[in-house]
């Protein structure tokens, strides 16, 4: 995520203890880093919605978990594209990670809970 709130691939290297997917590798040599073009086009679900979950993930990471923040709010807006993100981002690990090294995938354990229409 760009300074500006936008979906962008790494501009600087990775810290020696980063494990990123360029750090796997087939027969044809290491995986390659996903754009975030390549992502979106992947998405089940719309693009703009799809790009706004994974923000709303990095930002959540960056200002809520890697370190305090009180820039940090978490809205019901934020809940509900987190939620997305917790579809999206599996089928996109299944699809860039697991498929080109030929692995099953593992079978997840998270179950969703009911809700009401509304």
């Known amino acids: 995520m760009s300074k500006a709130g936008l979906l962008v ?5 990775r810290k020696a203890d980063d494990v990123g997917i ?5 027969s ?6 996903v754009s975030p073009e390549n992502a979106l086009a992947r998405w089940p679900g719309g ?4 790009e706004q979950a994974l923000l709303s993930v990095f930002r959540t990471a ?4 890697a370190h305090f923040s009180s820039a940090f709010e978490s809205t019901p807006e934020e ?3 987190i939620e997305i993100a ?9 699809s860039y990670l697991y498929t080109p090294l030929k692995l099953q995938p593992p079978q997840s354990r998270i179950t969703m809970r009911s809700r009401e229409a509304g």
């Open 22 to 26: 360029e750090h796997f590798s087939t």
């Open 9 to 13: 691939n790494l501009q600087r290297l």
């Open 28 to 33: 044809n040599g290491p995986l390659p880093i």
């Open 47 to 50: 693009r703009k919605e799809a």
């Open 62 to 65: 960056n200002k809520g978990l």
């Open 79 to 81: 809940t509900r594209l």
């Open 86 to 94: 917790t579809r999206g981002i599996p089928a996109l690990i299944v």
